[in-house]
């Protein structure tokens, strides 16, 4: 069915690459990249509404409070750990019973669990989906790569292993799409339910391509006669760790794509919440927010930190404790609904210490203007997570292909040193300088170039390292394995936040996302020390 050696001829003799694809190839090519593109499109709808969906279930207003934020992380590492568990799972069994077979149910498991994600109420009902979605999800890199790669000529292997990872950003911003859609669905108030939950039912789509997969795949020949000759072996755990050269390419393939993924999971896509502070604050100067907040403020004399103690006058000759007063000026300082928040506070304070009757037309203004700027605001940090998602995946898309064809050219040590170099460097600027809608547009896509070619490099890769009996075994532990490990990203993220934590102002918590985002990159340092301890494979046949 394909012939996988090696081309040797010089490059400027050769034929093109594709020029031995046939009909089956290409269908195998886009089946494959389909679902894989849709499994990172349901790992992408979790990221952008997870911390909305936790604070829905939580009972919680604000989306990016710290408590939603360390939900938010566990779900995620809860989710990394799910892709693990499935994926080695998977990995072993689609080396034992074929590649097609398994690859029809990772599909249909991550489809229908993203859906059902969609009908929780509980927290930790919603966490326990997560988890098992993310044993459909872990299950397809290994099975789509080593099924593909195993039924394509050598000569197009890397350039389609690299499409197919290429595409897979595809899938993520069709999910920018659908996050974004959603979004302005609910500020029209037309949706019958709560945005996250129409963005998780939507992630049943991919179902529909199990079908294709019953109908049009087949295993490939060489696995089919490894099977017939080696059965006792295919998907042995044992076998990969004594055989001593699969055992060094298993243990330093899963340190070197711990690095990746601890950067896309861990880091990365922690942008979103950094863009959601970024955006927040923006907008509290906007006339749109303006224009419900300050008659509120003027009508109940809030007029700055000038006026703030004779504000507060009535408090003060009750000699109410000094703290309650720097505690409102300090926390003045943070805007939107906030702002209008304190102002009952303060007429609360008011009320107590002098009688004065707060009545209830007062209190309803003010609540019902809080009410429209926490829409508003809710509204605007929707958006634009989108707009990051989809932005940072045009840079994923074209970072991906451009470590195909250095791969191609250059050999995939040089390629992965040089594009891990870059992660280190954007992903810092991104964390560090991200403040505007031009440095949004500029940095994110620079960060996800370089980020997100990790994973079109180990596509390429890792099925190069393994023979044919072991090969979605060795895949599946190179790369999910390294998601154990990657799981305690964002929970790393979370506790060099909290290190971080004493630099943050009233006036802006991001300080600390952005220290620990710039700290963390130096994880790629271990994987540019992994690959050079690895073997160069360009232009080698796959192991049998």
Not at 499 to 509: A, R
């Amino acid at each position: 069915m394909s012939d996988n050696s090696a081309p040797t001829t010089p490059p400027e003799k050769q034929t093109p690459w594709y020029s031995e694809m046939n009909k089956y190839h290409w269908i195998v090519f886009i089946i494959c990249s389909l679902g894989w593109a849709f499994d990172c499109m349901d790992q992408h709808l979790f990221t952008a509404v997870r911390t909305a969906a936790i604070a829905d279930q939580m009972g919680i207003s604000d989306s990016t409070s710290p408590e939603v934020m360390w939900y938010a992380t566990l779900a995620t590492s809860l989710m990394m750990i799910g892709w693990a568990t499935g994926g080695i799972i998977f990995g072993i069994v689609g080396d034992k019973f074929g590649r097609a077979k398994t690859m029809f149910w990772t599909i249909l498991i991550y489809s229908l669990l993203t859906g059902l994600s969609a009908l929780t109420n509980h927290l930790w009902d919603f966490l326990l989906l997560r988890f098992l979605a993310g044993v459909g999800i872990g299950g397809q890199f290994g099975i789509g790569a080593s099924l593909l790669a195993e039924s394509v000529p050598g000569k197009a292997r890397p350039y389609l292993l690299g499409f197919m990872q290429v595409l897979s950003a595809v899938g993520n911003i069709g999910a920018a799409l659908v996050v974004m859609s959603f979004a302005y669905l609910q500020s029209l108030e037309v949706l019958p339910l709560a945005q996250w939950r129409c963005v998780f039912l939507f992630g049943t789509v991919p179902v529909v391509l199990v079908y294709f997969v019953r109908r049009y795949l087949k295993e490939p020949e060489s696995w089919t006669r490894t099977v017939k000759e080696k059965h006792e072996t295919a998907g042995s755990i044992k076998e990969l760790f004594t055989d001593p050269i699969c055992r060094k390419h298993v243990i330093l393939g899963m340190i070197l794509a711990s690095a990746g993924i601890i950067g896309t999971w861990g880091i990365g896509l922690f942008g979103m919440e950094l863009t959601g502070m970024v955006y927040k604050k923006i907008a509290a100067e906007k006339d749109e927010y303006r224009q419900i907040i300050d008659p509120v403020l003027t009508k109940y004399k809030w007029e700055k930190e000038k006026d703030l103690r004779a504000f507060l006058s009535d408090i003060d000759k009750a000699k109410t404790n000094e703290g309650i007063i720097n505690q409102i000026q300090n926390a003045y300082e943070i805007k939107f609904e906030q702002e209008i928040n304190l102002v009952q506070v303060v007429l609360d304070k008011r009320s107590a210490v002098s009688g004065e009757v707060v009545t209830g037309e007062n209190v309803t203004e003010i609540q019902n203007a809080a009410a429209q700027v926490k829409k508003k605001t809710d509204d605007t940090v929707a958006w634009w997570r989108g707009v990051y998602l989809l932005i940072y995946n045009f840079g994923a898309m074209a970072g991906m292909f451009g470590f195909t064809m250095g791969a191609v050219y250059w050999g995939r040590r040089v390629t992965f040193t040089i594009f891990m170099l870059g992660c280190i460097i954007f992903t810092s600027a991104t964390f560090l300088f991200l403040n505007s809608v031009l440095t949004l547009f500029i940095l994110v896509p620079l960060m996800s170039f370089f980020l997100m070619s990790m994973f079109g490099g180990y596509t390429i890769y890792f099925p190069e390292l393994f023979p044919t009996r072991l090969r979605s075994t060795g895949i599946s532990f190179c790369y999910n394995v390294a998601r154990y490990v990657a799981a305690f990203g964002p929970m790393m993220l979370g506790g060099i936040m909290w290190l971080f934590s004493g630099f943050n102002t009233p006036d802006d918590g991001s300080i600390s996302l952005r220290y620990a985002g710039a700290t963390m990159t130096s994880i790629f340092i271990i994987g540019i020390i992994a690959i050079w301890l690895m073997p160069e494979t360009k232009g080698k046949p796959l192991p049998d």
